[in-house]
């Protein structure tokens, strides 16, 4: 197989990966939006306290909002970098395409330049952005493990007593 052949697998691998992500994200988007249509979200439900009477059903669907949104942040730290790095794959490989049809055809080698220049920063700038974007993905589930954790303090309180 010649590195050529590669780029249908490398494309395939980004929409693979980008579907699994999204559907996951707008599987969450719905989740999260149905329950407020039918519950409150997660922040306002657990401000009642105790799971009795008529909050008991909103807390269950708190529970299966905030169980959603672990996964969605679960698996986004996963998904979110294999995309990345198959997208830069994939862009790599206009760059080494460009450049072996530059090979072979000499005389346009004036009309590709600004086209590899701009593939070259995007392979330069592509690690940047991508730590820019997981930080902050990181940064929200981290945000989101921490109320996981104070609501369930919350619920223990209110057990207790």
């Not at 090979?103 to 730590?131: E, F, H, K, N, Q």
């Not at 589930?141 to 207790?160: I, P």
Request: hydrophobic residues 50%; charged residues 15%.
């Amino acid at each position: 197989m010649e590195w050529k052949d590669t780029i249908a697998l490398a494309f395939l691998a980004t929409c693979i990966t980008w579907s699994a992500g999204e559907v996951v994200r707008f599987t969450v988007f719905t989740i999260d939006n149905a329950a407020q249509f039918f519950g409150g979200a997660p922040e306002q439900v657990f401000e009642f306290g105790r799971a009795h009477g008529a909050h008991k059903n909103k807390n269950k669907i708190a529970h299966i909002v905030l169980g959603a949104r672990t996964v969605r942040y679960g698996l986004g730290a996963v998904i979110f970098p294999i995309g990345a790095a198959c997208e830069w794959v994939l862009v790599l490989q206009a760059l080494l395409l460009q450049l072996t049809d530059l090979a072979g055809d000499a005389a346009d080698s004036s009309v590709m330049t600004p086209w590899m220049g701009l593939l070259c920063l995007l392979i330069v700038a592509w690690p940047a952005g991508l730590y820019v974007l997981l930080k902050s993905l990181l940064s929200q589930k981290r945000k989101h493990a921490q109320m996981v954790l104070e609501r369930r303090e919350t619920v223990k309180m209110n057990k207790c007593q």
